[in-house]
């Protein structure tokens, strides 16, 4: 990895880390009882922001990194893609700082393997295009983190909880089944031009990712929408950050490769 790309990396960890920290002098809504993983969830919200729109507007400006997933990108992908492996590294120490092992395990093994693929594509400077494609997942991201954000503020019966469920849905199957669909077809195609390694890693990290979005789908549409009634609130002691977990066992989609 580049002297440059490691200090992308670097401060993208720093920032994150800085942004932890610094919302703790912040107040936050007076509902929420479990303040760390309200922060928590909120730098999460950041970092979806910033990576899912960086990659929809570089998709748009640049679509030959769909074209050419491997070698068709240019410079600021990379810096995008290693700004994302700050992030993870960032989120990786926040838990471990405030959760024990066997509450964080679960999302712990996820970033490895996000933190994995990433610096994969930022050392080698192939599949970039692939890792921004998979960045799009943090679009549906953004609606997942709103919606346990408004959960931990006991707002599930507002009208803007209601919205963001739908949005959710919505920004599920556009961003989320869609890219995954696209990348485990890509990859399946292309498996001969792909390291045995990257196709194993790659596609454990799609199959995963994919089941369990499709298991957050179907959860949100029965509990959001089937059962037409406020989502029960989990007390914060069960809540812990699991990857795409329903029970806000905090929801932290981003693939990339993945994750």
Sequence with gaps: MASWELLVVGASFAAFRGLHWGL?????PETTRDHWMWRNIFVSLMHSLLSGAGALVGLWLYP???IDPIHGHPSWAVVLVAVSVGYFLADGVDMLWNQNLAQAWDLLCHHLVVVSCLSTAVLSGHFVGFAVVSLLLELNSICLHLRKLLLLSHKASSLAFRVISW????TL??????????MSLWLFRQRYRVSVALVILGGTGLVIVGSMSISLGIRILIRDVLQSRPHPFISVHKETKAYDGETVTRNNSTLSLKN
């Design 173 to 182: 199957a556009l961003f989320r089944l869609l890219p995954l669909g696209w």
């Design 24 to 28: 703790q002098l912040l107040p936050t």
């Design 64 to 66: 030959q990194m769909v």
């Design 167 to 170: 949005a959710t849905l919505t």
